[in-house]
């Protein structure tokens, strides 16, 4: 949520300050209380900072942040927020909303999903350790493993079978194989492609949380991306990419993202993964800059 938070304010280009804060519970269960608390927090900010004209929050959770400052500061800021926030639109001068959650307003942009930090131009910049110890051979495959969700829980076999299609890409290829992991992916699933590439695969890595740092830098020395289909912000930013993406879909799948996925197919962004990694007239997910001409014109920036 904070990389979609940066991504904007890059887009904006405007000068921006990143404030780490947990709102207390009351106001991320009952955002509307915004409009009658300022939590401590938030007022010393404004009382030692230079007031913002612009204020970006993403997510439900961080929605009470942005009516209490709103609150305060009234018309003197303009409060952009990303992803769907579940109460009234109203609350908001702006709402940056995937297009498969299909919530309509007028004060609301549908963006193809998620906005994303990094153009693959800027790769390079990234200030990361040197990858060219890392990258053994011509072909580097990377898998992204999701994981668990509050609407979708894959099975341990599922994870298995993740595993064994992989290798098939993989051996197919006579490639490499990195492998990252998310906070959402549980410890018996990394265990289960730990176990299933070792015994099949001589050229794997799946990078410990440490080296996960290396996203996105690591980018740059890869191939071919397989992606697991319950994440639409990793599947967002590979598709940003000109690199072949594959997307391995875990069964009981989010109908809102099956939506999304079924549509960057029909864009030719994505392909399914059944087991084959192969090159494709790829076309890159423009959501960055479509949506940034949206908002310019919504606020008469120029």
Do not use: W
């Not at 938030?42 to 929050?57: E, M, V, Y």
């Not at 961080?62 to 579940?86: D, E, F, R, W, Y």
């Not at 007028?106 to 990094?118: P, S």
């Not at 072949?244 to 962004?269: A, D, G, V």
């Amino acid at each position: 949520m904070e990389n979609q938070s940066i991504a904007l304010a890059k887009m904006l280009n405007a000068n921006f300050k990143l404030i780490d804060y947990n709102p207390p519970y009351f106001l991320k269960k009952f955002p509307i209380l915004g409009k009658f608390y300022v939590p401590y927090f938030l007022r010393q900010k404004l009382d030692t900072d230079i007031l913002p004209s612009i204020i970006i929050t993403t997510g439900r959770r961080m929605a009470g942040t942005s009516i209490a400052l709103k609150s305060i500061l009234k018309n003197n800021v303009k409060t952009i927020h990303i992803q769907n926030p579940k109460l009234s639109l109203n609350n908001f001068d702006l709402l940056l909303i995937p297009e498969h959650d299909r919530i309509k307003g007028k004060n609301v942009i549908q963006t193809k999903g998620a906005l994303c930090f990094f153009e693959e131009k800027d790769i390079k910049k990234f200030k990361e350790p040197n990858l060219k110890k890392i990258k053994t051979k011509n072909n580097t495959v990377l898998l992204m493993v999701g994981g668990n969700s509050k609407k979708q829980k894959p099975d341990y076999s599922e994870y298995f079978e993740l595993s064994t299609k992989v290798i098939q890409g993989v051996k197919n290829l006579n490639a490499q194989l990195i492998v990252t992991v998310s906070r959402r992916t549980p410890n018996k699933a990394i265990k289960i492609l730990q176990s299933t590439f070792s015994k099949h695969l001589k050229d794997f890595k799946i990078l410990s949380s440490d080296e996960n740092n290396l996203y996105p830098k690591i980018l740059e020395i890869i191939d071919y991306t397989i992606v697991t289909s319950d994440s639409v912000n990793m599947i967002s930013e590979l598709a940003t990419l000109s690199k072949p993406l594959f997307i391995f879909h875990f069964s009981k799948e989010n109908k809102k993202i099956s939506f999304f996925i079924s549509n960057l197919k029909e864009l030719n962004i994505v392909q399914d993964y059944h087991g084959d990694l192969f090159k494709f007239e790829k076309s890159k997910l423009q959501t960055n800059k479509i949506t940034i001409l949206q908002i310019n014109k919504f606020f008469g920036f120029k």
